[in-house]
């Protein structure tokens, strides 16, 4: 069985029954339709591990967690047909979904655990989270695979965890609320998702000829001055709470108050993650901060569009000006670094990753952040009320693992707040915390979950 290092080193058994397939419902539309120029990037050719957690309810005690979520789940791909078929690879490497219905991989399973066994704080690294969402053999492929893996994991307290595998390359974080919701309501009883899905992908294609017409700065081609090597990297949790925000707010100028939560938090992540690493002070660093670009567009894009629908751009400054400078440097750069979005960047986005073979972004000293808070993803109901957790399952994109995502969550004592996972070098995320409680003057900042151990290189 899978386990991670942890203070509490939970470990526990899961029995899986054998993965199969859960075809729509009723017979689907078989056909092609091409994804975007944004949606097949390179940096989208990932599964994202999401993960739904939920206690018992006594009012369903008599109903299946498990036989529900499957039922609806093949109610749900009669609208969103798509994610039952195949990405299939044209010219050009140009990715397109085969509309087989051959239908999503589904996984049933029973755990020898509680909820309470998992701790006050249910925050990523998950105990043994590859125990909760099975590696099916052959299912991390891009191509000619299922698009969703699903598993329904009950535990002996009557609650349950649904872990999810995404082929990104479908949907961003608005389009899986959206996917989410619809096979929510469908296991609650209604007949159809109250937002008809729109696929409508050439939206945000490529214009004939393409042009890059604004400065990307995220695919900017860097050479690492240091030589890659394995190290062990390990994943924890960060908690902002009331507090922590409102300690944050007390080191910027009165100018710079109108900033956002994320601004705030992405400025203190980089700051203490920079420190962390002890880059060269005369190095670039790059933040990339995920924008929706859904309110940019005019006329705006269609209700129920569920495709990939963001750009990344870039602040990018020394790592000698990042951790010298007051916190207020950091935040305004942050903050002006949004305001580059619109729909013409994204366009500008789609016409550049054609022109440039759908290259990667920049790698090197470099992190990106997602702002998952406002998708209200434990408000997925399936029958037995909120989520405890609804989020990703841990940090990363793909083989990039600088990649953290800012998910709302409760702390041990019940507070609401936003947590974020990330992956450093063991003695780098000492490092890391002691910036982070010395940055909110809070000595006292409780470890986070169960730290993950693996190899990689960051």
């Known amino acids: 069985m899978a386990s991670s290092s942890s203070s509490s080193s939970l470990n526990f058994t899961v029995r899986r029954c054998q993965p199969q397939l859960v075809p729509p419902a009723i017979p689907t539309p078989h056909e092609f339709k091409p994804l975007s120029d944004v949606d097949d990037q390179e940096a989208l050719r990932f599964h994202v591990p999401m993960i739904q957690i939920y206690p018992k309810q006594a009012s369903m005690a008599e109903k ?53 066994q998992f701790g006050d704080s249910l925050y990523p690294p998950f105990p043994c989270f590859h125990e909760l969402l099975y590696d099916v053999p052959g299912t991390q492929q891009i191509t000619n695979t299922p698009l969703l893996l699903v598993q329904v994991t009950r535990l002996k307290c009557g609650g349950f965890i649904l872990a999810i595998g995404l082929n990104h390359t479908m949907c961003d974080g608005p389009g899986y609320e959206q996917f989410m919701s619809a096979w929510a309501e469908m296991a609650r009883g209604a007949t159809k998702p109250s937002i008809a899905p729109v696929w409508r992908r050439d939206l945000l294609m490529a214009r004939d000829p393409p042009r890059i017409t604004c400065n990307h700065r995220e695919f900017e081609q860097v050479q690492d001055t240091l030589p890659s090597s394995n190290q062990n990297l390990i994943q924890r949790s960060f908690f902002f709470g009331p507090l922590e925000m409102a300690a944050l707010r007390r080191l910027i100028p009165k100018h710079l108050q109108h900033c956002t939560t994320f601004d705030l938090i992405t400025a203190c992540l980089w700051r203490c ?55 207020g440097y950091a935040v305004e750069l942050i903050n002006k670094v949004k305001g580059e979005m619109s729909e013409e960047y994204l366009q500008s986005v789609a016409d550049l990753l054609v022109m440039k073979g759908r290259c990667l972004f920049t790698t090197v000293r470099s992190c990106i952040v997602s702002y998952l808070a406002r998708l209200n993803l434990r408000e ?44 450093l070098p063991a003695e780098a995320l000492e490092r890391f915390a002691e910036e982070f409680n010395h940055m909110l003057g809070n000595k006292n900042q409780p470890q986070t979950s169960s730290a993950t151990f693996i190899m990689s290189t960051l």
């Open 380 to 423: 997925v109901d399936f029958g037995w009320g909120e989520a405890v957790y609804g989020g990703v399952a841990e940090a990363g994109a793909g083989s990039f693992l600088g990649a953290s995502y800012f998910c709302s969550a409760k702390n041990g004592k019940g507070e609401e707040g936003i947590i974020f996972p990330i992956w």
């Open 64 to 116: 299946d967690p498990v036989q529900a979520i499957r039922q609806a789940l093949s109610q749900t791909l009669v609208f969103y047909y798509p994610f039952a078929g195949r990405l299939r690879e044209g010219p050009n490497c140009k990715l397109m979904v085969d509309c087989t219905g051959e239908g999503a991989m589904f996984i049933e399973a029973d755990a020898d655990v509680t909820l309470d």
């Open 273 to 327: 993650r920079t420190k962390a690493l002890q880059i060269e002070a005369d190095e670039d660093v790059r933040m990339m901060c995920i924008v929706n670009g859904r309110g940019r567009f005019n006329p705006p894009l269609p209700v129920g569009y569920y495709g990939n629908c963001f750009a990344y751009p870039t602040a990018v400054t020394t790592a000698g000006k990042l951790c010298r400078n007051p916190f």
